[in-house]
């Protein structure tokens, strides 16, 4: 029995154990079934790459611009790139226009100062001239020469003063200057602004003078058609020219203001060929010490006329006939004197209580004073 049991356990191992063919049948199929995984998979990922593909070449397609769209986007920023452009051209032209405003508004400032304070040296010179003037007598300034074979004075005759009262410019200054029975010269204004028709004060006149507006060391001075040192050759003979028009028997004219136009000798030649060109004769106010007016008259041959003496810097009748006093030695020194006042009432009243003072002396116009010429 133990035997029967043993051949049967030997008969089960021996029908069990595979043999070598059906092992080989086993790996093949294992092998196809791996190539047609791998083949399977292939075809997947082909079709999905075909696909995505597909979706993604559609998205190009739908992404890529029409031609047209482009031309009109690149015109568009072309467009708005020239407009910033042209805006920051513009920023900068009005920048650089200010930065010039700027510079020039500098410039004319440090140019007035400038002259403010020539002026100012000007008249504390002039301060200083009179204070010595004052101590040494009664001396004339050495640059100023009169020519005396013009005055019209003979030694026998009372000596001459010629008063002028300059800023003449309205009906009612000349009818009071008139009226003080004597021979002042009146000096008008030429028309401006404030008084428009002021050529038509000397309509009727034979004694007059023009007061012509020059520049000065102060911005207040400045008036209308002020002649400048900067003017060109043409702008002062236009200017003259008008003067001319305005005032065609006028023989002389003195500078209104113009310290720093007389101290000038190009302005100053400048004028003074213009109106000899017209037949004025200048005479100098002297406003400044350091006038060119007399080296350009000497010049031109021509004889220089000019104020001795201010009466009415200060406004009382006391220092006016102070001054009127002074004036009546340099003419009894000299055979004559040119004295300036103005249309104050006080230097009117001044005159009018000055006959003790003009006594002794003739008082006379300009223009008999210096005469004109034979043939002029």
């Keep these: 029995m133990a035997k029967e049991r043993k051949h049967r356990a030997s008969s089960t191992r021996s029908t069990t154990k595979k043999t070598p063919a059906r092992r080989s049948r086993s790996v093949s199929k294992k092998n196809t079934l791996k190539k047609d995984l791998m083949i399977f998979g292939t075809v997947i990922v082909m079709v999905a790459m075909v696909v995505l593909g597909y979706f993604i070449g559609k998205s190009e397609a739908a992404i890529e611009p029409n031609p047209n769209t482009l031309l009109l986007k690149s015109a568009s920023d072309n467009k708005v790139l020239f407009e910033s452009l042209e805006k920051v051209k513009q920023e900068r032209a009005l920048k650089e226009k200010k930065r010039e405003e700027e510079l020039a508004q500098k410039r004319k400032a440090k140019q007035q100062e400038e002259r403010e304070k020539a002026a100012l040296q000007a008249q504390k010179r002039e301060e200083q001239k009179k204070i010595i003037e004052k101590k040494q007598g009664l001396s004339y300034p050495e640059d100023v020469v009169h020519y005396e074979e013009t005055i019209s004075a003979s030694k026998s005759e009372k000596p001459k003063l010629v008063i002028i009262i300059d800023d003449v410019s309205s009906r ?205």
């Design 172 to 376: 009612s200054q000349l009818e009071q200057i008139r009226a003080l029975g004597l021979k002042l010269t009146p000096s008008i204004f030429p028309p401006y602004s404030l008084s428009p028709s002021n050529q038509k004060l000397a309509e009727g006149l034979k004694h007059y003078m023009i007061h012509l507006p020059m520049e000065s060391g102060k911005v207040f001075d400045k008036q209308e058609k002020t002649l400048m040192v900067t003017d060109t050759p043409e702008m002062i003979e236009a200017r003259v020219r008008e003067l001319r028009s305005l005032f065609p028997a006028a023989r002389f004219v003195n500078n209104h203001t113009g310290s720093v136009f007389t101290g000038h000798y190009p302005a100053m030649e400048r004028l003074y060929q213009a109106l000899l060109k017209e037949g004025f004769v200048f005479v100098d106010s002297r406003t400044i010490a350091g006038s060119k007016v007399p080296q350009i008259a000497k010049k031109y041959a021509q004889h220089y006329i000019s104020r001795d003496i201010f009466i009415d810097n200060k406004h009382n009748v006391s220092y006016i006939h102070k001054q009127l006093k002074q004036a009546v030695k340099i003419a009894q020194k000299r055979g004559y004197a040119i004295a300036i006042g103005h249309p104050h009432e006080v230097t009117l009243q001044a005159l009018a209580s000055a006959g003790e003072i003009l006594k002794e002396i003739e008082i006379v116009y300009i223009d008999e004073l210096y005469p004109p010429k034979a043939g002029r």
